[in-house]
């Protein structure tokens, strides 16, 4: 099992940027793939980035229209998500995951292990 602190939320004006960390600590992060989920109020969580296990493969929803970017530092054990041209719909509680595989996956039932998230708010 891996344990996961996602930080770097808060609230910004739309168009603005933030970047969310998270920091794993337990089972080898290195080993496997990972991601961002979001979950709006009385909306069900999705799938926002992934990435798999050495970095070189990244995959994105749909509507991240490139404004978004997903990395990981194996050696510093972290994931980051760079949101730029945030827009009033982003805001949410943003998840960081990871899988017990290495390829990347938007599936949300590969993801075992979870942070607690942290707020994203937009306002306009």
């Known amino acids: 099992q891996v344990q996961l602190a996602e930080s770097g939320g808060g609230l910004v004006q739309a168009g603005g940027s933030l970047r969310l960390s998270c920091t794993a600590s337990?089972?080898?992060?290195?080993?496997?793939?990972a991601g961002w989920f979001r979950q709006a109020p009385g909306k069900e969580r999705e799938f926002v980035a992934g990435?798999?296990?050495?970095?070189?493969?990244?995959y994105y929803a749909d509507f991240i229209k490139g404004r978004f970017i997903i990395s990981r530092d194996n050696v510093k054990n972290t994931l980051s998500l760079e949101m730029n041209s945030l827009k009033p719909e982003d805001t949410a509680v943003y998840y960081c995951?990871?899988?017990?595989?290495?390829?990347?996956?938007?599936?949300?039932?590969?993801?075992?292990?979870w942070g607690q998230g942290t707020q994203v708010t937009v306002s306009s």
């Open positions: 995951a990871t899988t017990v595989r290495r390829t990347v996956t938007m599936r949300l039932v590969e993801y075992h292990d």
């Open positions: 990435i798999n296990w050495s970095g070189s493969s990244k």
């Open positions: 337990g089972r080898t992060f290195s080993d496997y793939a």
